[in-house]
């Protein structure tokens, strides 16, 4: 599969998933992300720079399952399961 038609097909999500350091989240409309604990506390939020990508830093984070809630500019919301090594 080519990137560029991915990208357009909205078929790229985020990567790398186990994450160690950055997670990296390619979209097309991608607005935000929200990365949530177990609990449902909010542990880091990143906004896209109007290039449908999002970086989303984990690195200092503690090794455990998070939930990543994705906003589109449609106003579309997803959530994914991330795991954190």
Same mark, same amino acid.
């Given at each position: ?15 790398? *998933? ?10 097309? =409309? %991608? ?7 177990? @609990? &449902? ?10 290039? *449908? ?10 090794? =455990? %399952? ?7 500019? @449609? &106003? ?10």
């Amino acid at each position: 599969m080519q990137l560029a038609w991915a990208l357009k097909q909205g078929k790229i999500g985020f990567y790398p *998933n186990p994450v160690n350091d950055q997670l990296t989240d390619q979209t097309i =409309g %991608i607005v935000s992300a929200v990365l949530l604990s177990l @609990d &449902g506390r909010t542990v880091t939020q990143s906004k896209s720079n109007g290039s *449908n990508t999002i970086q989303v830093e984990v690195a200092t984070l503690p090794a =455990g %399952i998070y939930f990543l809630l994705r906003t589109k500019a @449609d &106003g579309n919301i997803t959530t994914a399961k991330v795991l954190k090594n």
